[in-house]
């Protein structure tokens, strides 16, 4: 189904304006982008597939080789291009050092919001500068299915050398799980055979967090 068979209040143009961008999935930011498809593939269609390697081999591509996709043309190709380097200066701009689990806290406390659990990961190089922060799994009111090898996947491909995780608990109450423990010690396990440190877990509850690493409840600031 394309757009024109879409329900108007469904498509991704109209649920950013309504919505925020935050709600879209990330083929949907890049069809609000992109604006229409092709014969025989809708815009979401190019843009998933665009996507299928992810953000960062996406960003690596040159204007000559997207121009090469079936479907990007000249102007299609220039626009993807300039957003993708918007996207490198921002990260350069914000570039944040993380030296201790206040630093991460604060990199993250937006989670204290959020209604269902979220997990993220902050990327650090050898020095604790922020390399980028991704949300990559979300979940339901009480859990979050998390995959180490796609965390350390995400770690090797931005050449980080440590990693801080951080997620929620919506019920307020930041204090860690038999799981959360479990999770950080296999986390840990992965990131000593991978030489990626795992250097905290951080759990954000509505108005305190808990490092794992330190084994402190502190209050949000």
Known sequence: MGFAQTPKDERPRERLLQHGAAVLSD???LAVLLGTGTVGQSVLELSRGLLSDGWTALSRRTPAELMRVRGLGQAKSATLAAALEIGHRVDRAALLSVQSPQDAVRLVSDLRDRDQEEFRVIFLNSKGWVLGIETLFRGGLDRVEVFPREIFRNAVARSAASIVVAHNHPSGDPAPSRQDRELTRRLEACGDLMGI?????????RSRHVSLHQGELTELS
């Open 197 to 205: 440190a795992v250097l905290d877990h951080v759990i954000v509850g």
């Open 27 to 29: 083929a949907e930011i």
